[in-house]
């Protein structure tokens, strides 16, 4: 039996409340983590307060394509993915050094065989949407301004200013998931710092009209660009993702090593797509939006994910991947199984037997992903970081069709656990042998920005 769906068109009405409000659970941010921790918490039984500094719908800077485990993650919360805005793609194509291939997605018996585009003007709507229907109380344009302490230093809640009228708001909860992205307010002002040596990439997104790609039946990824201002190869790619709505959404994404310097985005994106078919239509006449740029926090860079009341999701936690700059996915896995640790948490009196079971969160997110990330990280600093893709890509690997697919399932962490075939056994093999990190690693006391941080482009 299908579960019901709510409306995933139109715009949400702002629900900000009647004034301070309690929870047994607060969630900071109605990103797709804190959507999926919420919509799970409130299927649970758990009361809890989603709070959202935005109005819905609203735009992020995103490449919005989604593989299969993200598919897999939507039709388990309950969207539609068959209603009017949902595009489908085959699998990637990859271009690189006047070679392409294509790899389609594979059929594997726990995850759906197709991707899907949508964009995230609407797609955290949708989202929210699920959340609230599900039970959770969504107030949005109530931006979380810090965290409140008891004297140990447990949180206890947030303050907030809500509306156009900032009118000062007091939340409270016995647990807070901090899932306010990239800038990580919350886990800031609780003293959980990022690790500056830890990988922090920066994309650059520009919607285009295009008939002819549009409907491309599969996400292009392009491994052979180069910067315009070294000449160096961008360490990085760059993308083309249809949209089916006769746009498609065109981007770069670059992590340069820390001893090359910053990448101009803007500069870089032009120089490439001259190079492309006028009849694609990716030319200046026919943008339709600006250049917007965003960062993506990497490999787990800010630990612990759980710590006196608080557990980080997503961005907040530094959750993109460090092989391809994907972050929806482990999002929304991260939002569910920080929902069940504090579901399962409020079970138990507070106190040690609680603690036991909030620790569960940085032990499962470990579990699942610490050697791929251990090993991601590693790659980013010693391979795609200095010299992009091409390296991996390179006329060898692209000239054989197994190779191909080994490298598309691993940049993509797409496989099936247990093994379904010879490449998830290779892979799974391969992860086995990555000492898996301590769940209790802390990142150094001071903030600072990390030396490979690109530049954002300027959107004037």
């Known amino acids: 039996m299908r579960r019901p769906t709510v409306a995933s068109t139109g715009e949400l009405p702002p629900d900000r409340g009647d004034g301070d409000e309690d929870a047994q659970v607060i969630v900071v941010g109605a990103g797709p983590a804190g959507s999926t921790a919420a919509l799970y918490l409130a299927r649970a039984g758990v009361d809890v307060l989603l709070l959202e500094k935005s109005a819905f719908p609203r735009d992020k800077v995103c490449g919005d394509g989604l593989t299969p485990r993200a598919v897999h993650q939507l039709v388990r919360m309950g969207v539609d993915i068959d209603a009017p805005g949902w595009t489908r793609n085959r699998g990637m194509r990859w271009v690189c050094g006047g070679r392409q291939v294509h790899i389609d ?17 609407d797609f955290d709507d949708i989202l929210a949407r699920q959340a609230r229907a599900a039970g959770a109380r969504l107030r949005t344009e109530v931006k979380a301004t810090g965290p409140l302490t008891d004297r140990s230093g447990r949180i206890t809640g947030v303050s907030a200013l809500a509306g156009a009228d900032k009118q000062p708001r007091t939340y409270r909860a016995s647990l807070v998931i901090a899932a306010d992205g990239a800038s990580a307010r919350t886990a800031l002002a609780m003293g959980l710092r990022r690790d500056p040596l830890r990988p922090v990439a920066t994309a650059g997104r520009r919607y285009y ?9 599969y996400l292009e990824l392009w491994a052979d660009l180069r910067c315009s201002r070294t000449g160096r190869d961008l360490p990085g790619y760059g993308w083309i993702f249809p949209l089916g709505d006769g746009r498609v959404n065109v981007g770069l994404g670059a992590l340069p090593h820390r001893n090359h310097g910053s990448i101009d985005l803007r500069a870089t994106l032009d120089q490439w797509l001259a190079r492309l078919p006028e ?5 200046e006449e026919n943008a339709d939006s600006p250049l917007r740029s965003a960062a993506l926090p ?18 907040s936690a530094g959750m993109v991947s460090p092989w391809s700059g994907e972050g929806i996915v482990q999002a929304m896995e991260a939002g569910e199984i920080a929902a069940e ?50 390296p991996l890509l390179n006329r060898h690997v692209m000239a054989s069709p197994a190779l191909v697919r080994t490298l598309a399932r691993l940049l993509t962490h797409v496989a099936d656990e247990p093994s379904h075939d010879l490449i998830d ?36």
Request: aromatic share 8%; hydrophobic share 30%; glycine share 10%.
């Open 341 to 390: 640790a504090t579901a399962l948490a409020l079970l138990r009196p507070s106190g040690a037997a609680r603690e036991q079971a909030l620790v569960h969160y940085p032990r499962e997110v470990n579990r699942r992903w610490g050697r791929y990330y251990r090993l991601g990280n590693s790659a980013a600093d010693v391979i795609l970081g200095r010299y992009g893709y091409r």
């Open 298 to 315: 990497m490999g787990f860079n800010r630990r612990p994910q759980y710590s006196r009341g608080l557990l980080l999701v997503g961005d």
């Open 105 to 121: 997605w594979p059929a594997l018996g726990g995850q759906p065989d197709f991707g899907l585009t949508r964009s995230r003007h």
């Open 279 to 283: 009849q694609w239509g990716l030319r």
């Open 425 to 460: 056994r290779t892979l799974h093999t391969l992860l086995r042998l990555v000492p898996s990190p301590s769940t209790h690693e802390k990142t150094p006391r001071g903030e600072h920005r990390a030396p490979c941080v690109p530049r954002p482009p300027s959107t004037s």
């Open 209 to 217: 009209r295009s008939s002819t790609r549009t409907h491309d039946p």
